[in-house]
């Protein structure tokens, strides 16, 4: 047996059989004939949503949680949705087959390099040596244990690979540096938005584990975020003041707008749209690159033709 090609397996009737990841806890829903199991399978860069029908079926997932997993599936569809009908499944019992076989990964020489690319962009922009010290000190602490350069940005929707949480925070680094070029009112403050742009999503060190939640997902990063700040706050305290560590905190409470702890500043505010603009567009160009036809589905806007990509 084989790790499972997802998108192969979603051929409509086709019966496939092999290892399969689930790394998100899947939904009991309820229908009209009793309780059913939906989730999502993850290879690398293939996703595909499976459903079980029936609760014999199903309670090995629910007891083992995520994890991987041998199974038997069937391509099924429902209104233009593909997903994987779930025949039989059972928890691994192979240990040559690891959940790092599923994650796909950016290499860390190649984060380290953007890093530095993008690190001289903005000191030659005006960001200080004081505020890359803090930074280095901040990411590089042993309380971490190197994972800001391993974590995802998320379990879904955008940089859901090994890597993904700095992949994620460099090109907002980047965003970043064009929004002090065009606004060159924001460069005195421009230590500020590059320290807390560091540091927005740092929590997520704690709210993930290798792409999976961790055991106190429900404790945000965002709380964590500030949580783990705390430990700084004398050296940046010294290195600036007061207002300026205030305004860090208020960047990593803020930066999700209306879908948590709304921006109480300015500078949460352009964080935000900042993170926006970057997490929309990986997720757009995620989605061009699973289309078959090159069109990906908008919960907003319905269908939108896609465009010809590059290698990146």
């Not at 005195?188 to 927005?200: G, R």
């Not at 999976?212 to 783990?228: C, D, L, T």
């Not at 806007?301 to 465009?307: K, P």
Request: charged fraction near 25%.
């Amino acid at each position: 047996m084989s790790i499972m090609d997802l998108k192969r397996a979603l051929e409509p009737n086709r019966i496939s059989q092999g290892y399969v990841y689930i790394n998100e806890i899947p939904e009991i829903r309820s229908g009209k004939k009793g309780d059913f199991m939906v989730g999502r399978f993850r290879c690398r860069e293939q996703e595909a949503e499976f459903r079980i029908w029936d609760e014999p079926i199903f309670k090995a997932v629910r007891d083992g949680g995520t994890g991987v997993y041998e199974a038997e599936v069937v391509g099924s569809s429902f209104n233009g949705n593909d997903y994987l009908t779930v025949r039989s499944i059972a928890a691994s019992v192979n240990p040559e087959i690891k959940k790092s076989d599923f994650l796909a990964a950016i290499p860390r020489i190649l984060l380290e390099a953007r890093f530095r690319e993008v690190q001289a962009k903005l000191s030659e922009i005006g960001v200080t040596d004081t505020c890359w010290r803090l930074i280095n000190t901040i990411i590089e602490d042993p309380e971490l244990n190197g994972r800001f350069m391993i974590e995802g940005a998320a379990v879904r929707y955008h940089d859901n690979i090994i890597g993904g949480l700095a992949n994620h925070t460099i090109k907002m680094l980047n965003i970043l540096a064009a929004v002090l070029e065009n606004n060159r009112e924001l460069l005195p403050n421009a230590d500020l938005f590059t320290l807390a742009v560091t540091v927005h999503d740092i929590g997520k060190v704690y709210e993930y584990d290798f792409l999976e939640v961790s055991e106190f997902w429900y404790a945000s990063h965002r709380v964590r975020g500030i949580e783990y700040l705390t430990r700084f706050a004398d050296a940046i305290i010294a290195a600036y003041d007061e207002a300026f560590y205030r305004q860090v905190q208020a960047v990593i409470a803020g930066h999700h707008g209306n879908y948590g702890d709304r921006p109480t500043t300015v500078a949460a505010a352009i964080v935000h749209y900042i993170d926006t603009l970057e997490s929309q567009t990986t997720r757009l160009v995620q989605e061009v690159k699973k289309s078959d036809d090159g069109r990906v589905r908008d919960k907003e806007w319905g269908f939108l033709m896609g465009l010809p990509l590059g290698n990146g």
